[in-house]
């Protein structure tokens, strides 16, 4: 492992700032590229600006053990074609308490087969609907990562007809499985005052489609 290296755009100790890994101390690993251009993304000029550098694992292992520090793989899309055997070379090579990886899931049902199976893995899917194509894209892959244990469903809420459209079916899907537990909703918003501003609707949200609640605290307080 001392001399493999993965191409990042950033590495750096932080926290996990979504979803049910919230508050636990990550190392970010984000990767450049992503398949969608999405117009609220926190991460875009990071990602148009940033030049990629190569990185060692084994560095990335030591600070693992020297932080007791999980891995957060992120983006950018981790399974984008030029990303996802890196991503791979993370999940499996790395030794870590936890591991957390972002995706919009374009290929993630080929990530998630490809990640060892014995190490502490959760997928989150965040699914990014803002079109009848998009909503339609959304069911089928949701049908299909529904049946992996280990994939997280977090959606950033807006209220519109195809979120809601969304939202109603996966709350009726879930119903009565242990699958209910692995979905959360978070305000929409790039700025910690478009946040708080939202996140009343996003509770509203939570509490009507029996979903969990995340705030977005790397904006909130700016540690990301």
Wanted: glycine share 6%; hydrophobic share 35%; net charge negative.
């Amino acid at each position: 492992m001392s001399e493999k290296t993965v191409k990042l755009i950033e590495n750096f100790v932080s926290w996990q700032g979504e979803g049910p890994d919230s508050g636990r101390t990550m190392i970010i690993l984000r990767f450049k590229t992503c398949n969608l251009k999405c117009a609220w993304c926190d991460t875009a000029v990071k990602m148009r600006v940033s030049a990629e550098a190569p990185y060692l694992l084994s560095d990335i292992q030591e600070t693992i053990d020297e932080r007791r520090a999980g891995i957060l793989v992120t983006g950018g899309e981790p399974t984008v074609g030029r990303h996802i055997d890196d991503a791979v070379s993370l999940l499996t090579d790395l030794d870590y308490p936890i591991a957390n990886v972002e995706s919009n899931g374009y290929q993630l049902e080929e990530l998630v087969n490809r990640s060892p199976k014995s190490k502490n893995i959760h997928f989150m899917y965040s699914p990014k609907i803002f079109n009848t194509n998009n909503l339609r894209k959304a069911y089928e892959k949701t049908e299909s990562l529904l049946e992996f244990d280990d994939v997280y469903f977090k959606i950033v809420w807006e209220n519109n007809d195809f979120l809601n459209s969304y939202c109603k079916w996966l709350s009726d899907k879930v119903q009565g499985r242990r699958s209910a537990e692995r979905i959360w909703l978070m305000p929409e918003g790039v700025t910690r005052v478009d946040l708080i501003k939202n996140a009343g609707e996003a509770f509203d949200a939570c509490e009507r489609f029996k979903f969990n609640y995340s705030s977005r605290s790397h904006i909130i307080f700016g540690f990301v």
